[in-house]
T-cell receptor, first 116, second 113 residues
Framework: AQKITQTQPGMFVQEKEAVTLDCTYDTSDQSYGLFWYKQPSSGEMIFLIYQGSYDEQNATEGRYSLNFQKARKSANLVISASQLGDSAMYFCAMREDETSYDKVIFGPGTSLSVIP | DGGITQSPKYLFRKEGQNVTLSCEQNLNHDAMYWYRQDPGQGLRLIYYSQIVNDFQKGDIAEGYSVSREKKESFPLTVTSAQKNPTAFYLC????????????FGPGTRLTVL
């Protein structure tokens, strides 16, 4: 069964606008962590933001914020004030059981294109 | 500068040959990982290692082998048993359990002719 679902294969956003990238996940663990990574065309994966399942507040890192809805099992990434350099693939990932670092599961990704 | 290095960036091999991809980190991280990425796809875990001299199979370990003789190094061998080895390979490491994110190398693009 698919553990991480990203339903938007491709997204377009106007420069300076905000965009939301969707991520839903499936786990029976109470303790887990959620990550978002950016992959530019160069191929390297860049960590953006982290949300723990017990974190009471939504995570924020600069222009990135995570809209975490635990009951709905969704962890959407919000990018504010989009820039041309934000054009890339974006991956949602999950580590089940925050006390384990053995396995991280990645979603299929969303391709974001920022239009000038 | 601390980070993860992978070499080479591009690698070409003939079908039937084994090939070893290098991954080195100077971040003093305990855990290291190998992922495979096919065009337009997400990352799939091949192998991971939590400590020296110990490693576990990921979701697609068949046709691959690894070793972890030093904390800094986690080489991946793509054997001739791997049916479709042409892909982009990413190595990653993380400091510890829990909240820590994975740090990734620049990747190796392997093409088998």
């Amino acid at each position: 069964a698919q553990k991480i679902t990203q339903t938007q294969p491709g997204m377009f956003v106007q420069e300076k606008e905000a965009v939301t990238l969707d991520c839903t996940y499936d786990t029976s663990d109470q303790s887990y962590g959620l990550f978002w990574y950016k992959q530019p065309s160069s191929g390297e994966m860049i960590f953006l933001i982290y949300q723990g399942s017990y974190d009471e507040q939504n995570a924020t890192e600069g222009r990135y914020s995570l809209n975490f809805q635990k009951a709905r099992k969704s962890a959407n990434l919000v990018i504010s004030a989009s820039q041309l350099g934000d054009s890339a693939m974006y991956f949602c990932a999950m580590r089940e059981d925050e006390t384990s670092y053995d396995k991280v599961i990645f979603g299929p990704g969303t391709s974001l294109s920022v239009i000038p | 500068d601390g980070g993860i290095t992978q070499s080479p960036k591009y690698l070409f091999r003939k079908e039937g040959q084994n090939v070893t991809l290098s991954c080195e980190q100077n971040l003093n991280h305990d855990a290291m990982y190998w992922y495979r990425q096919d065009p337009g796809q997400g990352l799939r875990l091949i192998y991971y290692s939590q400590i020296v001299n110990d490693f576990q199979k990921g979701d697609i370990a068949e046709g691959y082998s690894v070793s972890r003789e030093k904390k800094e190094s986690f080489p991946l061998t793509v054997t001739s048993a791997q049916k479709n080895p042409t892909a982009f390979y990413l190595c990653a490491s993380s400091i510890d359990r829990g909240r820590s994110e994975q740090f990734f190398g620049p990747g190796t693009r392997l093409t088998v002719l």
